[in-house]
């Protein structure tokens, strides 16, 4: 029996009135793709964190679709913390992203828990079974590691501490991918890693993302965009082709999914799905 790739998408909570109905309106087209869940990125603090907990709730609520909130411990507390996951579990939320998250800015205490293997095992302990969690992984190796063997080992961390699955950084070289899958196995990690797939829409914004999170953009890749200049057209037709491809070719690979980095739009991800041809009952 062949078991279909698991989908799932990603937004990032609005800022306004306007971006949360835009919002509404790209988890309503993209709930004909079946995912299985959609996740919604956490808010260091303030409006913006607000803004999580009701998108994740709205979408728990009317999508159809689980919510999967990210959630991390940097800057927080054991208490604080717990509240978030008592709140979840009263709205009959089962799934969530743990991440150590980013200190923020004029933030000077790391808070409780420092890594994300201690949110983990927290997690655990408070929560037994009830969460099912996804944490990070770095097949490109996360641009903070001290090198390539301690971010394995920060990883497994992860793992031992009680994770169910893992989500990737975004990446557009496959070997990167499979040669990280390669060192997991060496060192007996066996849980999903499904790849994080960005589609290429905006080479300004990706450039800029990339540096940030130290997602490498093959030379080749690079010097193909600069090409297009202005013209976006052009340039998002070439970046369906090279995501596509690339999504195939991890499928093909044994991979067991695909997270899709949505940006909050809805087009990018259905064309990706489009040209997957993984279901032929869904009219678009």
């Keep these: 029996m062949i078991t279909a790739p698991q989908i799932s998408c990603e937004f990032f909570p609005p800022k306004t009135d306007e971006g949360a109905a835009k919002l509404r309106s790209t988890w309503q087209a993209l709930k004909a793709i079946d995912p299985a869940y959609f996740s919604v990125t956490y808010g260091a603090g303030g409006s913006t964190q607000e803004r999580s907990f009701s998108t994740v709730s709205e979408i728990q609520r009317d999508s159809g679709v689980p919510a999967a909130p990210h959630l991390s411990c940097i800057g927080s507390t ?31 205490d790391p808070g409780e828990l420092r890594y994300a293997n201690e949110l983990v095992e927290f997690i655990r302990t408070e929560s037994s079974d009830w969460f099912h969690i996804e944490v990070a992984a770095y097949p490109e190796f996360h641009p903070q590691a001290a090198s390539a063997n301690a971010d394995l080992a920060a990883f497994q961390r992860k793992v031992e501490a009680g994770a169910d699955a893992a989500i990737t ?20 990690i066996f849980i999903p890693i499904v790849p994080g797939i960005m589609p290429i829409t905006n080479y300004t914004q990706l450039a800029r993302f990339s540096d940030a999170s130290g997602a490498e953009i093959p030379r080749w890749l690079r010097k193909r965009l600069e090409t297009f200049g202005d013209d976006m057209e052009s340039l998002r037709s070439f970046g369906l082709d090279v995501v596509s491809e690339l999504c195939q070719q991890l499928l093909e690979a044994g991979a067991p999914g695909l997270h899709f980095y949505s940006m909050n739009q809805v087009e990018p991800t259905l064309s990706l799905w489009r040209g997957l041809n993984l279901r032929q009952d869904i009219e678009m």
Excluded: W
Excluded at 86 to 99: E, H, M, S, W
Excluded at 173 to 188: E, T
């Design 78 to 108: 054991r208490a604080h913390i717990r509240e978030i996951l008592n709140d979840y579990k009263t709205q009959g939320i089962r799934r969530i992203v743990a991440l150590r998250g980013d200190l923020p800015s004029g933030m000077g």
């Design 169 to 188: 950084q975004y990446f557009y070289n496959v070997d990167s991918y499979l040669r990280f899958m390669n060192d997991c196995l060496d060192r007996g």
